[in-house]
């Protein structure tokens, strides 16, 4: 069983999109995945309930127990984490949780200096753990055309973790699939998001079987 946590302490990184959609590509590829809600404001369990019979199971988990409480369910090839803002003490059950801590930023100078502190956590648990943590960047909710935006990689490698090829664009059909429990993966399968969104589970696949 391989853990994704998908975690930014600042809020609008795109976390749930990222968290639903990568879960979502998982379970189409023949993967057994759990979806996780860290989030006591329950986005990710509001987004199954919104479709009756949802075929992802998400389960609520919005206490600092996240790694003793992962052990209680039943195996399955993946966990995908969706972490919850502002709260240390959750971000650190989930990286404690998790095989692989994958950070959304926002291309804008404040989302990125925004990130420092769940980065030291990250950097300490990876340090603890003699590199068994994996962590990387992925540009989320970016504009095609912005200087922001072709610099944001650069900048982020400041912080001396690995940032993504692939990126999650701003799209109206993000949160207009989300409104019905479902993910532009399904609803849009040939569309350039649904493209974005494999490129980056094949991606993630490659570095968690690492």
Sequence with gaps: MKVIAVLNQKGGAGKTTIATHVATALRLAGHTVLLVDS????????????REDHPMPVV??????????LKSIAPVDFVIIDGAPQAADLAVSAIK??????IPVQ??????????DLVDLVKQRIEITDGKLQAAFVVSRAITGTNIGKEVSGIL??????????RVHQRVDYPGTA???????EDFPGSPGAREIQELT?????LVSK
């Design 39 to 50: 989030d006591p404001q329950g986005s990710a369990r509001d987004w199954a309930a919104a």
């Design 60 to 69: 609520g988990m919005d206490r600092p127990t996240i790694e003793r409480d």
């Design 97 to 102: 949780a998790s095989d692989f801590a994958l």
């Design 107 to 116: 291309p804008s100078p404040y989302d990125i200096w925004a990130t420092s």
């Design 157 to 166: 490698e400041g912080y001396n973790l690995p940032v993504l090829q692939s």
């Design 179 to 185: 409104a019905g429990g479902s993910t532009i993966l």
């Design 202 to 206: 094949n991606e993630l696949l490659t």
